[in-house]
């Protein structure tokens, strides 16, 4: 009777240390949940949304070696959503769309968007919640530089992003490029959302694709 039991006990730490290890493979290589916690990205994502992240997509990327990777597969391309690490804090996570990569030019006049010389029209998901547009020469070169940025390009294993809500977004425009091996994943589908204020779950949001 001993033996059996310590035969069961046995097995029930072996598969819960294998599930244990699975789980890590899947968290580390394949697929990662994360929150939406700003309004950054709406009306894309709203704040309380909880997202599915595929990091695959973009390579396998070694633990521990500063984002290496070993197995490229495609790098981001503009329009995807990417959750990466914050360049002014790794330790924080930020999700935002790709505007431009390697080699393309960026310009914003007065919260018109130019990728290579060309007025970007085609953009459905992008906020412009004021009505107010700050002049280059404001004051507040904050808010300047919120609805304009000088003509410029951006370097090699670099991205220009942006937040869908224009006019509420920390990103690019104020705090620079992301590095490709700060990238976490691509934004896949939201399997969760929460509406804190109304206390209640998004049902119609929840499998929503991302793109």
């Given at each position: 009777?001993t033996?059996?039991?310590?035969?069961?006990?046995?097995?029930?730490i072996?598969a819960?240390?294998?599930?244990v290890?699975?789980?890590?493979?899947?968290?580390?290589?394949?697929?990662?949940?994360?929150?939406?916690?700003?309004?950054?990205?709406?009306?894309?994502?709203q704040?309380?949304?909880q997202?599915l992240?595929?990091?695959?997509?973009?390579?396998?990327?070694?633990?521990?070696?500063?984002?290496?990777?070993?197995?490229?597969?495609?790098?981001?391309?503009?329009?995807?959503?990417?959750?990466?690490?914050?360049?002014?804090d790794p330790?924080?996570d930020?999700?935002?769309r790709?505007?431009a990569t390697?080699g393309?030019t960026?310009?914003?006049?007065?919260?018109?968007?130019?990728?290579?010389?060309?007025?970007?029209?085609?953009?459905?998901?992008?906020?412009?919640?004021?009505?107010?547009?700050?002049?280059p020469?404001?004051?507040?070169r904050?808010?300047?530089?919120?609805?304009n940025?000088?003509?410029?390009?951006v370097?090699e294993?670099?991205?220009?992003?942006?937040?869908?809500?224009?006019?509420?977004?920390?990103?690019s425009?104020?705090?620079?490029?992301?590095?490709?091996?700060?990238?976490?994943?691509?934004a896949?589908?939201i399997?969760?959302s929460?509406?804190?204020e109304?206390?209640?779950?998004?049902?119609?949001?929840?499998?929503?694709l991302?793109?």
């Open positions: 009777m033996e059996k039991k310590k035969g069961s006990l046995r097995e029930n072996e819960i240390i294998i599930a290890v699975i789980a890590m493979f899947i968290r580390t290589f394949i697929i990662q949940a994360f929150k939406i916690p700003s309004g950054s990205m709406l009306e894309t994502l704040i309380g949304d997202i992240v595929n990091k695959f997509i973009y390579g396998v990327k070694i633990p521990f070696t500063g984002g290496k990777t070993l197995i490229p597969v495609r790098e981001p391309q503009k329009k995807d959503i990417v959750v990466f690490k914050y360049p002014e330790s924080k930020f999700i935002k790709v505007i390697a393309d960026v310009e914003i006049s007065y919260k018109k968007l130019y990728v290579n010389g060309k007025l970007v029209a085609d953009e459905p998901y992008a906020q412009y919640k004021e009505t107010t547009i700050y002049p020469d404001f004051p507040d904050t808010r300047a530089r919120r609805d940025v000088p003509k410029f390009t370097p294993n670099k991205l220009f992003v942006m937040g869908d809500n224009r006019d509420n977004s920390h990103d425009r104020f705090w620079g490029f992301v590095d490709l091996k700060d990238i976490r994943g691509k896949l589908i399997y969760w929460w509406d804190k109304a206390f209640g779950v998004r049902w119609k949001r929840i499998g929503d991302l793109k």
